[in-house]
């Protein structure tokens, strides 16, 4: 039987699925009316409404932290391309940066995107471009020590042309873990969203050297006919003595 992302039932006989239909209105494309109408049907949509996240975007991070266990209590996260927030609400709770739960270890979290940002409690927020110069100096002073998380959602504006597109997501990531391999703790993750496509056999590699681990994932949450997957690097082998 089919489920919804909470594990409920919604297939069975005599039962049917009630979609919202959205008419196609004066001044809208049709790929626009479409897009509206996946929107209001998508069942990460409705929960992330019901349980107060910013975006479906959440239960992509809280699916690839429950495989891989990455943001535990006390941990130091730098959440490049946060907006609108969601990972940033998940990794609040998980890393106890309020401090809710007591006798566990108290994390912290920095956000980063080019977008303002709503205030979220527990997450130090602020409006930069990662790309640009000296971009990383001033998240270090931010940071002001390691991190052992660095996870990425960055995406460029789209194109319009898939392979355009796939190498500047390509490039986002490559410079998020650049800045990563700066900043992580030995034994640290860095988590980024990528586009499936060929290009980013480089960055593999180049992961398979400076971690333990590597894993690509596309998490239930991410839609079938999205392209985007997640890469998952796990320990950091720290940077080579100079």
Known sequence: MAKTPSGKNTSGRGQRDLKVKVKTARGRKL???RWLQR???DPYVKRAQAEGYRG???FKIMELDDKYRFLVPGARVVDLG????GWCQVAVKRINALAERPGKAQGRIIGVDLQEVEPIAGVELHQLDFMAEDADVQIKEWLDGKADVVMSDMAAASSGHKQTDHLRIIALCEAAAFFAF???EEGGTFVAKVLA???EGELQ???KQKFTKVYNMKPPASRADSSEKFVVA???RGQPSE
């Open 234 to 236: 796990t320990g950091f």
């Open 39 to 41: 929107q209001l049907n």
């Open 205 to 207: 590699k180049l992961l």
């Open 31 to 33: 790929s626009s009316t």
């Open 197 to 199: 496509g060929g290009a």
């Open 82 to 85: 946060c907006a609108p927030g």
């Open 56 to 58: 479906r975007a959440a």
């Open 182 to 184: 700066d900043v992580l």
